[in-house]
């Protein structure tokens, strides 16, 4: 489907590279370590070679749109026996922190980089809410936008058929409050991606499901004695290729 | 094998992924008392999710700021516990609008406490119990002609204080506890909520978890 970005033989390169990265070829034949290395300088040339090929590329601008979910942000144990007798007054079992789900919007450009293999970058921004969930029931607790910028490759596993993996910085926009009291900072996260284009207006559109992870903990749940532990954030999205440009 | 240890590998990594930030269980030593002492003694505090609107009656003198910024720094404090928005001390400009009224003992009163006065001390929060409905808090009606008030807490801090900056930081940050429903003294000197002179002006750990207990608990009367 796309031109190939490097060289006829570029890509049995890199496999040989890698082999070598992995080790197996490791004091074969009695190479020392650094010998065994060398040819890994394979991949970084190629990377090199390539990433001057994807300049003669065409880069498709995409529009995304869509639903992001997330796992639990955070969850408390309130009511112990011990505490619940001394106080003498039924509690809470539990409340937790759960992010509603939230209407994202992002853009993106997508390059040939490899045979079958894209290069992805792009920002993402998804708002929705926080909920306290507690035994009497659940309320808002504030707004939560979740700004994220991504790197990552898409590889075409079948016709109309893409996976991918990414890597994100990502951010929490929200009112310094409640468990963001002091801020949430920074994070980074993995993820992965699969989309499937149907056979309609030229393939211009997809059908994208994603999920990624990333550690999550704030100043107010460290004060608190809370721990950071991971976050999932998966979601499904409509991705609209708006132009083509390039040579 | 392989598909086993393939399988292994995944499985573990989508527990790790799994695994969820938790913040551990209080221990009894970690809460003070903090009930209403009624007979029986009862948990007093505000419906979860409520904004409680303070009017800060600090008058026109130039000790009048000095009572805003106390209740900043009070409810600042105090809202910063409330990690799932239990509740949210919010100060507003208008008296009429107001659940809650800060003032100087000095200053006139646009409250008529008449059947439940205000005690005397360095600061004290008013509340008395409606006679009709012993699960509400009555409500202090405005000096005549004015009506429609809904005030139901009353913090008076004593007007010799205010030579002392400090201790007016202190002390509305303590009353600001009561007025959420804290309603007894810790026993550590090192909490806010201690019934001596406060020596501190922030929260300890036992202030945000005794407040965060309490807004999990059941309550038998809500202002």
Redesign the interface.
């Known amino acids: 489907m796309w031109p190939h970005s490097c060289f006829m033989n570029g890509h049995n390169m890199i496999v040989c590279g890698e082999r070598e990265l992995r080790g197996e070829r490791r004091r074969k034949d009695g190479r020392s370590l650094l010998a065994t290395a060398a040819p890994s300088f394979f991949v970084v040339v190629s990377l090199l070679v390539c990433a001057r090929d994807v300049s003669a590329q065409r880069v498709q601008l995409v529009l995304r749109g869509g639903v992001a979910m997330s796992s639990t942000l955070v969850q408390e144990r309130i009511g112990t026996p011990g505490l619940e007798q001394v106080i003498g007054a039924q509690m809470d079992d539990l409340v937790s922190a759960i992010p509603t789900p939230a209407a994202s919007v992002g853009v993106g450009a997508r390059v040939a980089f490899w045979p079958r293999t894209l290069l992805e970058t792009g920002i993402e921004y998804a708002r929705g809410g926080v909920n306290a969930k507690e035994d009497g029931g659940t309320r808002r607790i504030q707004d939560l936008g979740v700004l994220q910028a991504q790197l990552g490759v898409s590889w075409y596993a079948r016709p109309g058929i893409e996976l991918g993996a990414n890597a994100a910085l990502l951010r929490y926009d929200t009112e310094e409050q409640g468990i963001f009291a002091g801020g949430a900072g920074m994070s980074g996260a993995i993820g992965g991606r699969a989309a499937w284009t149907p056979p309609v207006l030229s393939g211009r559109i997809a059908i994208e499901a994603n999920a990624q992870g990333h550690r999550f903990g704030t100043p107010a749940i460290q004060r608190s004695g809370g721990i950071d532990a991971n976050v999932l954030r998966y979601g499904v999205n409509l991705r609209v290729q708006l132009a083509e440009v390039g040579r | 094998m392989n598909h086993a240890r393939t399988i292994l590998t995944l499985t573990t990594l989508l527990l ?13 030593q970690d ?1 003070y008392d903090f ?1 209403l002492a009624t007979s029986p ?1 009862s ?1 007093l505090r505000w419906p ?2 409520s904004t409680i609107s303070v009017f800060v009656d600090a008058g026109t003198q130039a000790r009048a700021q000095q009572m805003i910024d106390a209740f900043r720094l009070g409810a600042a404090q105090w ?2 516990a ?5 509740y ?1 001390l919010a100060r507003v400009d208008s008296i009429a609008d107001a659940d809650v009224v800060v003032r100087w003992s000095d200053d006139l009163s646009p409250i008529d406490f008449t059947g439940c006065e205000p005690e005397i001390s360095n600061g004290v929060t008013t509340l008395c119990l409606d006679d009709t409905d012993e699960s509400r808090l009555r409500v202090f009606p405005f000096r005549a002609p004015r009506t429609g008030s809904h005030i139901k807490i009353v913090v008076t801090i004593l007007a010799s204080e205010a030579s002392r900056p400090d201790r007016v930081e202190r002390l509305v940050a303590h009353e600001l506890g009561h007025v959420l429903g804290l309603a007894r003294h810790s026993p550590d000197a090192n909490d806010l909520m201690f019934a001596g002179n406060p020596t501190r002006s922030t929260l300890s750990r036992r202030d ?2 005794s407040v ?2 309490l807004y ?3 309550a ?1 009367i809500t202002p």
């Open positions: 790790a992924a799994c695994e969820l930030p938790t913040v551990p269980p209080r221990s009894v809460v009930k003694p948990v979860s999710g809202n910063a409330a990690r799932y928005r239990e949210v945000s978890a965060q207990v999990h608990t059941r038998a």
